[in-house]
């Protein structure tokens, strides 16, 4: 079923974000880490949940299995959500610009 849109998750976006340059597994836990500032940790069980739905939902495709390792890239589709979740979230920020003259 391909990706119906909509807000991703954190998860979702920071793969994807990662996924610009093709990875396996545990390129992509330390590339999320690197990415996210060390914000974002991704254990083995979330991320190859996320890497699951998302290559059923054509985001991200595998381009290489050794057998050993499976090497993931972005697919169009992922670039192109990428981009538009990209957009919503700085649209957000913008949104909420004022909040930074809030005291408290």
Known sequence: MPYAG???T???YYVLVALLNPAHGYQLMN???DVSKGRVHMGPGTLYGVLS???KD????LSDDDGRRKTYSITIEGRTAL???Y???KAL????????????
Not at 93 to 104: K, R
């Open 6 to 8: 909509g807000p991703m």
């Open 10 to 12: 954190e998860a979702m």
């Open 31 to 33: 590339e999320i880490l």
């Open 53 to 55: 739905r998302m290559q």
């Open 58 to 61: 054509g985001l991200i495709s």
């Open 83 to 85: 981009k538009k979740e």
């Open 87 to 89: 957009r919503r979230l």
């Open 93 to 104: 920020l913008e949104d909420g610009a004022e909040v930074e003259n809030v005291e408290g």
